[in-house]
């Protein structure tokens, strides 16, 4: 895996409350919230209405103008120390935000799912109006060697930056400049390999953009602005990504039978998913045809028993993290039914990804996320340096 160092875009350091989950990890609500901050980054990666990318790339230029947004003093990589709270233990996770190349395609960063068409033409239409990339995407590794070295190197090191949130993370940011440390971090990751956790549609879109171009444009695009950290660290955490479905569909217990046990349940636990339609449903399929559940529902349930398209997958469905946004989207009677998703086991998603399989669309979420705000790769930038 190819990493460089880079110089990127970030707040003055007197700025609050202008970081953001990643823009589609981010309710309505919330993105209310965000914007009630001027300086929040999610003005640049949800902008609004027809105009809106171009309304976006008019608000960077007056945050660089007005010293909003400064460019880092020389090419950089930066190490993020992430410190949350899981199964009642204090956990500590340690990664880069750094330029990996991504075009051409030589197998050494790995996507592990399929992604929506029309969500990369969103992302790619924001990015190349923009001209940056404004959120990095998240790698892991699947050696072990990275965090080790950073906490090493940022162990008597005072934070640049810290930044409280989202999900009650602690952020510390160190920008790491000296010249022998950034090759070191180079080396170490030179003969790994990556399995894309979080940014799918971002990295395809950075790709398509990448084909288009020539020149230093070409070079600048054929790089991903990444997250980068090791798959076995025990900070990285994998749950599932719940599936609620609209109005225009519904569940029919008896149906799904044919495909899948049904059982009505109380509580939600153990490896299996659950429906809510109001009552709460335990499903597991008949049929061991496939080697995970997401492909078993896409086919048995939303395709064979409900009748959906990719399209309705795409379309009718919103995809989230949080449990609680099931139950309440369901309870307003604007959608129909949920599909709660359990935790994937490390151990069985490591085995299915060295096998290079592709999963379906949303078929992970890999968590404590990585806050956009931290730092923004801009061309303009890129090309001055």
Not at 215 to 236: P, Q
Not at 310 to 338: C, K, M, P, Q
Request: aromatic share 12%.
């Amino acid at each position: 895996m190819e990493v460089k160092p880079f110089r990127p875009l970030i707040y003055r350091k007197e700025i609050d409350g202008m970081i953001s989950p990643p823009f589609d990890a981010i309710t309505p609500k919330q993105e209310i919230e965000l914007k009630r901050n001027p300086y929040n980054i999610t003005y640049l990666t949800l902008p609004k209405g027809r105009d809106g990318v171009s309304h976006a790339r008019m608000i960077m230029e007056n945050w660089i103008e007005n010293g909003v947004l400064l460019r880092a003093e020389r090419d950089c990589i930066i190490v993020l120390k992430q410190i949350f709270s899981a199964n009642s233990r204090r956990i500590t996770r340690y990664g880069i935000i750094a330029r990996v190349r991504v075009f051409p395609e030589n197998g050494d960063v790995i996507p592990h799912e399929r992604t929506f068409d029309e969500f990369v033409r969103d992302r790619e239409i924001l990015m190349e109006g923009i001209g940056s990339q404004l959120e990095p995407i998240f790698l892991v590794t699947l050696k072990n060697e990275l965090p080790q070295y950073l906490k090493i190197i940022t162990e008597n090191m005072k934070e640049d930056n810290r930044y409280f949130g989202p999900e009650n993370v602690e952020n510390y940011v160190y920008y790491i400049y000296d010249h022998k440390e950034i090759q070191k971090i180079s080396n170490i990751l030179r003969n790994d390999i990556a399995i894309v956790a979080d940014g799918h549609h971002r990295l395809q879109a950075t790709k398509n953009i990448a084909s288009r171009q020539s020149g230093l444009a070409r070079e600048f695009w054929s790089y991903a602005m990444s997250y980068v950290t090791s798959i076995h660290d025990e900070g990285v955490l994998i749950g599932g990504v719940h599936r609620v479905i609209s109005s225009r569909f519904r569940f029919d217990a008896d149906r799904a039978s044919k495909y899948f046990y049904v059982d009505q349940c109380d509580t939600i636990a153990g490896n299996d998913p659950v429906i809510y339609d109001g009552r709460f449903y335990c499903i597991r399929p008949r049929e061991n045809v496939y080697d995970n559940i997401i492909d078993s529902l896409n086919d048995f349930l939303f395709s064979k028993t409900i009748g959906m398209s990719t399209i309705d997958l795409e379309r009718d469905v919103i995809y989230t993290h949080d449990y609680a946004e099931v139950v309440n989207l369901v309870n307003s009677g604007s959608f129909s039914f949920g599909v709660i998703m359990p935790d994937w086991d490390k151990a069985h998603l490591v085995e299915l990804l060295l096998t290079r399989k592709i999963l379906p669309q949303k078929s992970t979420y890999f968590y404590p996320k990585i806050p956009s705000g931290i730092s923004i790769d801009s061309i303009s930038e890129f090309i001055v340096t």
